[in-house]
DNA sequence: TGAATCACG
DNA sequence: ACGTACGTGATTCAA
């Protein structure tokens, strides 16, 4: 086999790595403060071509420094000149881009006076004189001058994982039959713009091209200047003469520097994995050191002494009848893990389970009917603490098969989310990483979503007891950190008992009556067609209404309309554009409506008819309590949190939301602006507090305080409106163009119903601007129950960014201390219709209201009971408001 | 897979 | 000077 040698161009693919991940910037910072976007980038692609090529001999070569200090420079002094400095986010990176080169066992090099270019010159020479074979990987394609049978040169197109490979071949077609010997003289004609030399005047790629396709060189050129027939080009060229060879000398790469280290001694090392995890580790490279366990545990690398080391044997044993007794000797703990075939375990097939802990070792199996055995039952109803990842999901997946869990006082899922929400992709491989602990990923061990597959047992053994075992050890150092954050009482109190009520709520379900959808179904589907044959009508041609290009097309381009707003890829066809045209064109107001009823059609009547359980015509959503960054639930399969309310057409869909027993009603209780309540409270700010106190619609009073109305005046209706948008915006992280684009009024006018805001409730104004610098401060901010956002955008330098960061900081507060109120809520609601032996069933949250389902001898107690729960769910500086209705169904509960 | 759109608080 | 209100999920189209 023949030898090859791969040399890399460091700072040219530095640069790419750079800016290929520039908008990362900001959030790819390591615990030490170290900007990585460029590390990460680079180490990847790294990785990707030294494991593609499997070189023998490789090596980065890296430029000295400044170009005065080259050759070059001293032959052009202003070589490379009036080019923008490092950014400093790059040049802290270089220092570890070499070690991370070095850590990988490959030499880097550089030379004082040559650049990097020079050495990959003279090393692909020399390889080729020793009959090796050369790749070359570099953004600059000034290296191609190097191409020949023997060399081979990478230049990365777009980002750094794009390549265009050139042979002579490849150089040829792009370069309208060029050779690599004439690269240099194409330059020497145009010079180089990025190192900043110039060429003859007014030459560029195609004179260029055509010249050498005719002389062959630039000397051929030169030699036949004089017969040229007289013209501008010919007067540039005899001028620049000396330019130009100047420009020859200086796109040479040298072929013969004198570099110091022997071919043969440019062999690849092995990679020392001990030290690459230290490095991986300093820089919080946690996919990384992901890969590199992983790669570990399946025996492709030699596994690491010194890491993991009490755990580089994770025993388990395959459960059977005949060895069901071993599992009493588990004492202290038991960590349970349930392996299903899909996300939503509602209707997922448990495929293994793991029970077990660190000191009993860990029991696998696949036979399902091994739980229902009454070593297990006394086991998972016993006062033993349980360990678990994903509580809500276990307690569902048992409630199918007929069995309860007692004592789930670890769910590592809900304690990484209360830790940090940011980058929470809710798998334990990667939230365990987070601790240094290193698992496969589900990912890996069954393919990804489309290509789901099950492995064989010992496959899928090997991983449930590795994930047991991380639960198990991952148990002290989060809940230290939970106690360090003091948000126990978050997580004991709020978080863990949630997640029962929630599994209790998802799993009762609410009754849809699909024969009142289908028929809905059927109106909207005529609705539809009757509105589709108007618009081709209208149009004069059939075309899809659900395709905002085709639309756009349409109305912008073929009808001329004057389009009023633009997205990312063209014009606008949003409904508030529409609604500003439906007036003068009749037309668009028929897209509206059928833009409404299709929405409408697909998303709920279709949507809900898809996804609900036909065994007992219920739907069972799945609330996602671990997801939100402010500490809201949200809600999935099917999303129960925004069934249509605002029009009544859409609303319509709420009949079709039924009790589960005849004669029952739903009972539907709401806060009335929490968030505002909440802002008075945070802000204690006396004129918010005053107006809350007295029981005042809060937007009138917000109305009198910027209009300067006395208590006698009437509001109108208007006032009122804009009183309720400075309300929102408040709450939202105002701006004057913000409130003006809202409100249609101007910009100026924006900025002083702000300040006027500002001035009536000054604590506001004092509140928002602490909370801000708190943020900027400790790089989080916290709910009233101790909820943690992480704002690590706060400390960019886009000003965009940090913006948002700061709304952010103000808004979380608010929307996520309302999020814990509602929480405390549902539990104590939970807890009290249990003490009463009721029959009504919590069923829905939507973020300020509780939906539930009630016996009609039960309405009297819960009009008491559930507002009273609700507003007495938190003390704060003024009163919680609750308000309830009831009804035959979602729809006449209003 | 991302963008656009629209449903909710 | 910067761009321009917070938090979600589902569907559809078009690469």
Redesign the pocket.
């Known amino acids: 086999m023949t030898k090859t040698l791969l040399l890399i161009d460091g700072n040219s693919l530095a640069f790419r790595a750079f800016y290929a991940m520039h908008n990362q910037l900001d959030r790819m910072i390591s615990h030490n403060g170290l900007h990585t976007n460029a590390l990460v980038a680079f180490n990847n692609f790294f990785d990707k071509i030294v494991d593609k090529l499997q070189p023998d001999y490789a090596l980065v070569a890296w430029d000295a420094g400044k170009g005065i200090s080259t050759f070059r420079g001293k032959i052009f002094s202003d070589y490379k000149g009036g080019r923008q400095t490092t950014p400093p986010e790059l040049s802290e990176q270089f220092p570890y881009l070499r070690k991370m080169v070095d850590l990988h066992g490959i030499h880097s090099y550089e030379l004082p006076s040559f650049e990097a270019d020079d050495i990959i010159g003279t090393y692909a020479k020399k390889a080729e004189q020793a009959g090796l074979l050369t790749t070359i990987i570099t953004g600059d394609r000034d290296l191609t001058q190097l191409v020949s049978d023997r060399v081979l040169v990478q230049v990365t197109k777009k980002g750094v994982t794009d390549l265009d490979a050139y042979t002579p071949d490849f150089l040829a077609k792009k370069w309208a039959g060029i050779s690599p010997a004439q690269v240099i003289d194409m330059k020497a004609l145009t010079g180089d713009s990025s190192d900043n030399y110039p060429g003859v005047t007014k030459v560029g790629e195609k004179t260029a091209l055509r010249l050498l396709n005719k002389y062959g060189s630039l000397d051929g050129i030169y030699k036949n200047v004089d017969s040229m027939k007289a013209s501008k080009l010919k007067e540039n060229l005899v001028n620049d003469r000396d330019t130009a060879y100047r420009a020859q000398t200086l796109a040479t790469i040298k072929c013969d520097a004198p570099v110091e280290i022997a071919l043969e001694d440019l062999v690849v090392k092995p990679i020392d994995f001990q030290k690459l995890i230290e490095f991986y580790e300093e820089l919080d490279f946690k996919v990384q050191l992901a890969k590199i366990h992983s790669m570990q545990k399946s025996g492709m690398i030699p596994e690491n002494d010194e890491v993991d080391n009490d755990h580089k044997t994770n025993y388990f044993t395959e459960l059977t009848a005949a060895n069901l007794d071993h599992l009493t000797e588990i004492k202290d703990y038991l960590t349970v893990y349930f392996q299903t075939d899909s996300e939503n375990y509602h209707q997922a097939s448990i495929l293994a389970f793991v029970i077990g802990n660190e000191q009993a070792g860990y029991f696998v199996s696949d036979d399902i009917q091994l739980l229902n055995s009454s070593v297990v039952r006394k086991l998972f109803t016993s006062s033993i603490p349980k360990y678990v990842f994903n509580a809500k999901e276990l307690t569902v997946l048992l409630d199918h098969l007929g069995l309860k869990i007692n004592n789930i006082q670890f769910d590592f899922l809900l304690v990484s989310y209360l830790l940090n929400t940011t980058d929470n992709d809710n798998k334990l491989s990667t939230l365990a990483s987070r601790f240094k602990i290193y698992i496969e990923s589900d990912d890996d061990v069954f393919g990804s979503k489309s290509k789901f597959k099950i492995p064989e047992s010992e496959v899928l053994f090997k991983h449930l007891s590795q994930k047991a075992s991380a639960i198990s050890r991952l148990y002290a150092p989060s809940l230290r950190e939970l106690k360090d954050n003091e948000q126990e009482d978050l997580y004991y109190k709020i978080e863990l008992p949630l997640s029962d009520v929630l599994a209790r709520m998802e799993i009762n379900g609410i009754k849809l009556d699909q024969a009142e959808l289908s028929d809905l179904g059927k109106e909207f589907d005529e609705k539809i067609s009757d509105l589709e044959q108007r618009i081709y009508k209208e149009a004069g041609e059939k075309f899809?209404i659900?395709?905002?290009?085709?639309l756009?097309e349409l109305l912008f381009v073929k009808m001329q309309i004057p389009p009023i707003k633009r997205?990312?890829?063209?014009f606008?066809?949003?409904?508030?554009v529409?609604e500003e045209l439906a007036d003068k064109y009749p037309f668009v107001a028929l897209i509206?409506q059928y833009?409404?009823f299709?929405?409408?059609n697909?998303?709920y009547v279709?949507?809900l008819l898809?996804v609900v359980d036909k065994n007992d015509s219920k739907i069972h959503t799945r609330y996602?309590q671990t997801?939100?960054?402010?500490g809201?639930l949200?809600?999935?399969?099917?999303?129960m949190?925004?069934?249509?309310?605002?029009?009544e057409e859409?609303?319509r869909i709420r009949k079709a939301f039924v009790p589960s027993h005849p004669g029952w009603q739903i009972f539907g209780s709401?806060y009335s602006q929490i968030e505002l309540r909440v802002l008075a409270h945070v802000t204690d700010d006396d004129n918010l507090k005053k107006a809350f106190a007295e029981g005042e619609d809060i937007h009138a009073a917000t109305a009198r305080s910027i209009f300067g109305l006395d208590p006698s005046t009437k509001i109108t209706f208007e006032q009122r409106r804009r009183a309720k948008?400075?309300n929102?915006?408040?709450v939202?992280?105002?701006?004057?163009?913000?409130?003006a684009?809202?409100l249609g009024i101007s910009?100026q006018e924006g900025k002083e119903i702000i300040e006027t805001y500002f001035r009536e409730f000054p604590k506001v104004r004092d509140w928002i601007d602490s909370i801000i610098a708190l943020a900027h401060k400790q790089g989080f901010v916290e709910t009233i129950a101790h909820r943690r956002r992480y704002l690590p955008e706060i400390h960019s330098k886009n000003?965009?960014l940090r913006?948002?960061a700061e709304?952010?900081a103000t808004?979380?507060p608010i929307?996520g201390s309302a999020a814990d109120i509602i929480k405390i809520a549902m539990i104590n609601m939970d807890k009290v219709l249990a003490e009463k032996n009721l029959k009504s069933k919590m069923l829905l949250q939507?973020?300020?209201?509780l939906i539930f389902e009630c016996p009609p001898e039960e309405i009297s107690i819960l009009e008491s009971l559930v507002p009273k729960i609700m507003d007495s769910a938190v003390k704060l500086r003024v009163p919680l408001k609750v308000e309830a209705h009831h009804g035959d169904n979602w729809y006449d509960e209003k």
């Open positions: 899809n659900n395709s905002p290009k085709q756009a997205t990312k890829t063209g606008s066809t949003a409904a508030s529409l509206l833009r409404q299709a929405k409408l697909s998303t279709k949507g898809d996602l997801l939100t960054q402010t809201r949200s809600s999935v399969d099917p999303n949190q925004n069934i249509p309310d605002r029009d859409g609303k709401d948008a400075v929102f915006g408040i939202y992280g105002i701006s004057d163009f913000g409130l684009q809202r910009r000003f965009n913006s948002f709304r952010t808004n979380t929307q939507v973020h300020d209201e």
